[in-house]
């Protein structure tokens, strides 16, 4: 049986090429399709190389976002897919598109959470001095990077550096952290306390650190 993935993105794209190289027809995992919140996103070029199903919703070709949600919602669900991963996705998804697919939508997001969430995330944590950030990867609720933590990785900021030397090793960071919470959701290894849907534990098993 195939874990079937829609990828979301709104950029260039890098987590999403690091998800085609990692994962996509690897272990019955499949990236399904690839949708991009604006034409001329440079991800798209990237699924196309892949041969993915590729569309562009943009929200000012529907009359509003919910609109536009909605007919992403049914353009992902038409596809028979498992987990909606948001990969450098620049815009917030509706309530009722959150609540169709709760607890199968994921996003990684350049800070520790619950420090410096929102937009331009690596800049907050240089410009407030933090002497570490990192990445996580998390489940998407209705708010901004509030959801359930997934996965956590620092990095340190021992000295000041240039912001290009700190996003690069973001992204490094990225580009192992997506794919390998994907395999772990993939197998079933995350696990929701019901009765504190806060924590999130993972059977890890061996391998599931490496690339
Ligand atoms: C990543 O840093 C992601 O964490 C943030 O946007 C960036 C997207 O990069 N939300 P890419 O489009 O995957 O290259």
Not at 102 to 118: D, K, W, Y
């Amino acid at each position: 049986m195939s874990y079937r993935l829609a990828v979301l993105v709104s950029g260039e794209g890098s987590n999403l090429q690091a998800i085609i190289d990692k994962l996509h027809g690897r272990d019955g995992i499949e990236v399904a399709c690839v949708a991009a919140s604006r034409a001329g996103a440079p991800a798209l070029e990237r699924a196309e190389r892949a041969q993915l199903p590729a569309r562009v919703f943009a929200t000012a070709d529907h009359l509003d976002r919910a609109a536009r949600d909605e007919a992403l919602a049914e353009w992902i669900a038409s596809h028979g897919v498992d987990l909606i991963v948001l990969a450098g996705f620049m815009e917030l998804l509706s309530p009722a598109f959150i609540r169709r697919f709760e607890g199968r939508i994921v996003n990684v997001h350049p800070s520790l959470l619950p420090a410096f969430p929102g937009l331009r995330a690596i800049e907050q944590a240089l410009r407030y001095g933090a002497k570490v950030t990192g990445v996580t990867v998390h489940f998407v609720d209705e708010g901004v990077d509030s959801g359930p933590v997934i996965l956590q990785e620092v990095l340190a900021l021992p000295y000041s550096r240039p912001i290009e030397a700190v996003e690069a090793s973001i992204h490094q960071i990225e580009h192992r952290l997506l794919p390998r919470a994907i395999r772990l959701l993939a197998r079933g290894a995350v696990k929701v306390d019901p009765s504190d849907p806060r924590v999130v534990s993972i059977e890890e098993e061996d391998g599931d650190g490496s690339d």
